[in-house]
């Protein structure tokens, strides 16, 4: 599978992906039954998938877009991951 190179710097992958959302996507899908499921955009087409597991979107969403841009999040969370640094346990 060939390495995808992002076109576009951080900043202007979350500006394009953060205003396609907030224009075109939140309004159909910020809602209490999507609450946690990942939604992914192209941020050149505005095209998106969602779905409870992001590979599955990802999978909807290269079948329909060939090599997207893709900016993710999830719905109604502060961030798409959540990394959990484990505490040293003491006998």
């Known amino acids: 599978m060939p390495v ?9 992958f979350a500006r394009r992906g953060g205003e ?5 996507i939140r309004p159909q899908v910020d809602n ?10 192209d941020i050149e087409t505005g095209a998106w998938e969602m779905d409870s597991d992001e590979r599955v979107a990802a999978k909807r969403l ?6 997207p841009q893709v900016w993710f ?4 969370l502060p961030s798409a991951v959540r990394f959990r640094v484990g505490r040293e346990r003491r006998a």
Do not use: C, F, M, T
């Open 20 to 24: 396609i959302y907030d224009r075109d």
């Open 62 to 67: 290269d079948e329909r877009v060939p090599d």
């Open 73 to 76: 999040l999830r719905v109604g």
């Open 32 to 41: 209490d039954q999507n609450r946690g499921k990942y939604v992914l955009i």
């Open 4 to 12: 995808r190179e992002p076109r576009y710097s951080d900043a202007e």
